[in-house]
């Protein structure tokens, strides 16, 4: 067992010394891969910037997930701009219960939840009178 004050508190199990990771080289002369930033921009205008490699204009990805949103973003600006920021594909447990429920049945629901409450004393006429 490791004593919790030594020197390899937070090290993977073995890794010596002065070992680096296999992808970078130990030569000094060596060069980091040049690398590109890209924007992207979602339909409510955010933008985002990933950092790749710097690789053919075909392999960067045509879109990227929003960072702020999570909306799919794209890399043609004024495309972005002209799309639904409201239309995400994603709906609400409100919207799922409009789509199995008409209006009756919600008003239905609401006034037994107010008549129990009423029935344990929670809930007096006075409170709904004065809304």
């Known amino acids: 067992m490791v004593h919790p004050a030594s020197g390899f508190r937070g090290t993977r199990a073995g890794v010596t010394a002065g070992s680096g ?5 130990t030569d000094s002369s060596a060069q980091p891969l040049p690398r590109i930033r890209v924007s992207y921009w979602c339909a ?5 910037q990933p950092v ?10 045509v879109t990227w997930d929003c960072r702020r949103c999570g909306a799919p973003a ?5 495309a972005a701009a002209l799309a639904d920021p ?9 919207e799922y219960v409009k789509e199995r429920r008409s209006d009756r049945d919600a008003e239905d629901v609401l ?12 809930l007096s006429d006075e409170l709904l009178r004065d809304t």
């Open 111 to 122: 006034a037994g939840a107010l008549e129990k409450l009423r029935a344990r004393g929670v």
């Open 86 to 94: 409201f239309d995400d594909g994603y709906k609400s447990h409100l």
């Open 52 to 61: 790749f490699l710097k690789l053919p204009e075909d392999q960067i990805p």
């Open 44 to 48: 409510k205008g955010h933008e985002t």
């Open 21 to 25: 990771s296999s992808l970078q080289s």
């Open 74 to 78: 794209s890399r043609d600006g004024q």
